[in-house]
Every structure is written in C-alpha cells, then in structure tokens.
C-alpha cells in the first residue's frame, strides 16, 4: 500500500473521540435557510419511524438526525465550514445519510463520488471542486489511496464505519498514521446518539419547530444564514464532453425546489417505502429516493447492489412500495418475471429515468408488476427534475409534461423556439428553478451550456400540443450504459496515453440489456502491436469499469469529414 505524503495531520484525534464527541452536541455551527431544516423537521414529527433499512441494521429519523449532528459537530472541530466542499465516498450505505446532512447542516458543499470511480478519477474531482475535506466508507480506504497523494489542499480526512469489529490494519496504520485517522465506529455513534437522545430529548414536545432545535444545537454559536439562491449545495461531476469530468453547481434553492416538488407529481406520503437500489452518489438516488422520502417522511429500503431476483424479495419482504430505477433494471425484472411470475401487493408506482424506456418493454413490465411506471426526464445540470408522466395520465413514448415553474422547448439551429408538433423535432432547452448555476471554474463550458438562460441539453426532441415532451435522439456523443452517462472523449483521452496508439474513436452501439456498449476503433502507430485484452487492462487501471470499452476494433485509418472531424456514423 502506498504512503501517502501530507505536509500536515488531516485530522485532530481528540475532536473525534467518542469522550469528545458526546460530551458537547452544542456550539455547532449550524446554518440556516439550506435542506437541513427539512430533515430536522420530520425527525421532529416522526422521531421513532424508522427512516432507513439496510440489511439487518435500521435508523430511525431521531437516530439519522442524532448521527448527522454528532459527525457535523467532528466537522466543526476540525475546521470545516461553510462554504467549503467536502468529497462524500460511499456506497448505497445507511452511513451516508449521516455523512450527507453534517454536510449540509453547516452550510458546506457536498461533492459526492461514484464508488466505481478508480484514484486518479476521485483525485481529479477532489482537485478540480478545491475539496478541502472527504468522509468515506471504511472499505473505500484502499481504493482511494493514491489518489490522494495527488490531493494537496485535503485538510480533513473522516472514515465511517458501522461495524464494531472494524480497526485499521498495521499496514494501514503504517500508511495513514501521519494522518491521524480515526475510525468512527458504531460504538461511537451509538454513545453520540444516546447523548442527544437524553439531552435534546428529540420530540415535538420539545422543540416547536426545526428552527427551536436547531438554535438549541447552536448554542452559542452566531447564527449564520445561507444565500440559497447563489451557495452551493452540491457539486455534482458529470462525464466530460472534452476529457476530463466537470462539476455541475447545484445552488440550495435547486435542491429546495427539486425535493418539494417531486413528491407531489409522485403523490409520496408518509405510507411509502422506495426502494434505494440507484446510487445515492447520483442525484436520481439522493434527491428522488434519499431526499424526497425525508420531505414526506416516508421510509426507505437501501439495496448496495442491483440483482433482479434481490429487489423482487426485497419489494415483498419489506412491502415496498415504490420503486425508482432505469430502463436496464427493468429489461432485468421482466426477464426474472418471464420466468418466475409473483404478485406483488405492496408495489403501487414504479418511475423510470436515466435512459429512454422502450415502449414496448414499459408497457410489459408494468403488466408483470401490475403497477403503472411513470417515465421522466432530466439530467444532472437541472437538478434531475424537468419532465414526468403524471399519475394516470401517461403518453407511452412520452417522458411527461414539464414540472411547474420550468419552461421547456424545442429550438432550431438558428435559436427560434418551434411550436408544438412531431414534425418540428429541435434541441430541448429549458430554464428556470432546476437549472444549474454552473459548472465549477469552468466558464467556457458554462457559456457553452446555459445561453441567455437557457440550458442546452443536447437532446434533440418535440412537445406535443397537451405540452408533453418526447426525446427523439441527442445532438452530443454521450453513452448511456446501464443508466450511466458516458462521454466518448473522456475514454478517447485515456486510450491515447497508450504509447503504441495515434488515433481512437470512441462510440456506443446497441446492446439488448444494458442500452449500449462502448466501442474503442483503434489506430496503431507504424511498427506497433497491441491486443484487445491490453487496451480494456490499460483503461481498467485508471477508469470505472462502466467505461471500459467492451470492443475494442483496429483499424488502417479512422474515416473523416473534409474538417477532421470523425464519422462516427461509419464505424457502427
């Protein structure tokens, strides 16, 4: 395991030590007008429901509002504050949503990070959004390792773990001794817990409202309030159309928005139970599952990892529900429920996003479920909320009628918007309270994006006259795998570090399950050999597997345009 040189200590061992911790849940520097408020309110009215089931291990709302102090509190000690970007590394795991509100609370920045990701892809996006922090589950430790040798502002370094028997190894120990890091263990937690529980007694009964608890907390502390029309709430890293990812800027009026409003479309009440099988790291997880149970205290059912025949048991074990996924995760429970038909009584809605679902495969699936799924639209620079088929009211082949408050339509080359009609197929723009701020230190792709207000969303599609939009095809090069946004260039600019290659085209092409597959068209340099294996191992290293390329094809010459430019077309 590589060493990793830090020029000081990243974390004050006292400030997290269970006496420390649990002797002063006061003086934290909690910030006002952000999303805390929300979760701190329906803990408030419904602090013994159980908000969260992961395996065999629960939190009731009190208890995930109790962690999410106590780790806000070792936040503070240790010097975050508002305004700066803390990096979450997780996976789908009942410790992120701890990790996330502390986050949030004191009005920092959080820049959550696909556990797919390899070191140099987490080093890139730690250094890109300035992160001066990063809370990361304990199995994650190896994997991100040496990329964080490459992290120099990184001031805070924060391991969670749930499990009693976890300590570091001696070669661990060895390796990020200098870093003072320490495990936070269930132990710990539970003491933190139990601390609030007997001094803030978290009921109705004491406190009237979010802002009575949360000035308790406070303490002495000075109130400070967020700008949630310009303060990040989140920066969220997108595939790169140029190479290297980049970060959406989600102010805390995009979040607001995104979570009060989409429960309402859903008709989400404090009966449901999602299922949480989609990232929490994607905003599709956090804001539709995570979020959006906590603004209508419902309860969810987190799945680490996708396997049809485990959400069918869990949807009946559990009586879930609701279920958000993407179009692959149902092609996979049709096929499961092709073989092995069942009812399932407690399923009422299921929603599909990420990727366009084939009509004809929605209307099977809903049959098998006996549940209508509403298909939506979005993408992460509008806060994953812009279109979705209302209950009862779908149009197959339709992603739905925009949310209120956005403005969605279809523009030609020269920038006029097109009135209603299949036949006026244009790039789908739209603006309003969804839309990002930015991508972060990057304003030329932020000019590119948003023009006079509106975003470009590189699709290319339609609204009919009842205003429901229809996505026909996308003017940008972006894959979809799995639900995953994959950009070509990004994949081009690894392969080229290859010194055996001089030119690459990266494409997707069709794959019956998984949407599509990405295909790597190869020109060697003269005299040189290299193999299939060798070009999928060389971007394995350095890339999330999702990205690899799953054809890899050696060409004489890639064909071009009279401008240089290839034609991708030719090499389907």
Not at 326 to 336: K, R, W
Request: glycine share 8%; net charge negative; charged share 20%.
């Amino acid at each position: 395991m590589p060493n990793i040189a830090m020029q000081k200590p990243i974390l004050n061992v006292a400030a997290v030590s269970p006496t420390a911790s649990a002797s002063s849940s006061k003086n934290i520097a909690l910030a006002d007008n952000g999303i805390f408020e929300i979760f701190v309110q329906s803990a408030l009215k419904v602090p013994d429901k159980i908000m969260i089931r992961d395996g065999q291990a629960t939190l009731t709302y009190e208890e995930a509002l109790a962690r999410s102090v106590s780790v806000a509190d070792v936040l503070c000690k240790n010097g975050i504050k508002k305004g700066d970007k803390v990096g979450l590394y997780f996976p789908n795991h009942l410790d992120f949503l701890p990790a996330f509100f502390a986050v949030t609370a004191i009005g920092a920045t959080v820049v959550p990070i696909n556990p797919l990701l390899k070191s140099e892809e987490i080093a890139h996006i730690l250094n890109d959004s300035k992160a001066v922090g990063l809370i990361l589950n304990h199995q994650f430790l190896s994997a991100c390792q040496e990329g964080l040798a490459q992290v120099a502002q990184l001031q805070l370094l924060l391991l969670l773990s749930s499990s009693d028997d976890f300590v570091l190894s001696s070669e661990q120990q060895s390796a990020v001794g200098h870093l003072s890091l320490v495990n936070l263990t269930e132990n710990f937690l539970a003491q933190s817990t139990q601390k609030l529980k007997g001094e803030l007694a978290l009921t109705h009964k004491t406190f009237a409202d979010a802002g009575a608890f949360m000035d308790h907390v406070r303490g002495e502390h000075p109130v400070q309030k967020i700008d949630s029309q310009s303060e990040l709430g989140l920066i969220v890293y997108t595939s790169g159309t140029t190479g290297k990812p980049k970060g959406a800027m989600l102010t805390f009026a995009n979040l607001q928005f995104a979570i009060n409003t989409y429960p309402k479309r859903l008709e989400i009440t404090e009966k449901d139970s999602l299922l949480a099988v989609l990232p929490l790291c994607h905003l599709y997880g956090l804001l539709v599952v995570l979020l959006g149970t906590i603004v209508q205290t419902a309860s969810m059912v987190v799945l680490k990892e996708f396997d049809p025949v485990k959400v069918l048991d869990l949807i009946e074990k559990e009586s879930i529900t609701a279920t958000p996924m993407v179009p692959t995760m149902y092609q996979f429970i049709s096929l499961e429920l092709e073989k092995a038909p069942r009812k399932l009584p407690s399923l009422r809605l299921g929603m599909c996003g990420g990727a366009a679902i084939p009509p004809e495969l929605h209307k099977k699936v809903e049959q098998q479920l006996g549940v209508q799924i509403l298909e939506g639209w979005s993408l992460t620079e509008a806060s994953v909320i812009s279109t979705l088929n209302p209950i009862g009211k779908p149009k197959y082949g339709s992603v739905g009628p925009t949310f209120p408050g956005i403005d969605i339509g279809a523009f030609n080359d020269k920038g006029e918007r097109l009135s209603a009609g299949e036949e006026n197929v244009g790039e789908l723009c739209m603006q309003g309270p969804n839309v990002m701020a930015g991508y972060y230190g990057n304003k030329a792709a932020t000019d590119e994006s948003i023009i006079d207000g509106w975003l470009h969303t590189g699709d290319l599609g339609y609204l009919d006259q009842d205003g429901y939009v229809f996505v026909v095809g996308r003017s940008k090069e972006m894959i979809i795998r799995g639900g995953m946004n994959i950009y070509p260039r990004e994949i081009e600019a690894v392969i080229l570090r290859m010194p055996e290659v001089k030119e690459v085209a990266v494409l997707g092409v069709p794959c019956q399950f998984m949407g599509e597959r990405v295909k790597a068209c190869v020109v060697l340099r003269e005299g040189k050999e290299l193999s299939e294996e060798a070009v999928k191992e060389f971007c394995g290293k350095v890339m999330a597997e999702y990205k690899v390329p799953r054809i890899v094809q050696f060409l004489d010459a890639i064909p071009k345009n009279s401008t240089g430019k290839a034609l991708k077309r030719l090499l389907t």
